[in-house]
């Protein structure tokens, strides 16, 4: 049984998300909070709730152990968008987005 966690506008643009969320893909819950602990990024402490999200979800609403699940899919989508200018020369601007991003985490049961 597939649950998932979604975390919604978070500060970072997804292409930096799915640098992390591509180490994650396929390990078991332990294995990608540990790893995603020591990672250097201090966006892995986002994804890591998401990923502790994703398991209480389905302890408390689907009664799985959370030994047994691992991470199926991981993916980072595009969010609100900040426009905002930066003044250049000559009386001229230049635009500058701050991207947000969604990042949904599914976690599934592993076969015996």
Not at 5 to 29: D, F, H, M, T, Y
Not at 81 to 103: D, I, Q, Y
Request: glycine share 2%; charged share 30%.
């Amino acid at each position: 049984m597939e649950v998932r966690a979604v975390a919604r506008n978070l500060r970072i643009s997804p292409r930096k998300v799915r640098l992390i969320l591509n180490e994650v893909k396929g390990k078991s819950v332990e294995d990608a909070v540990a790893l995603l602990r020591f990672m250097p990024s201090p966006h892995a402490r986002d994804i890591a709730r998401v990923v502790h999200s994703a398991a209480a979800n389905a302890e408390n609403n689907h009664s799985l152990s959370t030994r047994d699940l691992f991470v199926k899919h991981a993916y980072a989508d595009e969010g609100l968008k900040l426009k905002r200018f930066r003044a250049r020369s000559r009386g001229r601007v230049s635009p500058r987005l701050h991207r947000f991003s969604h990042v949904t985490i599914v976690v599934d049961e592993e076969e015996a």
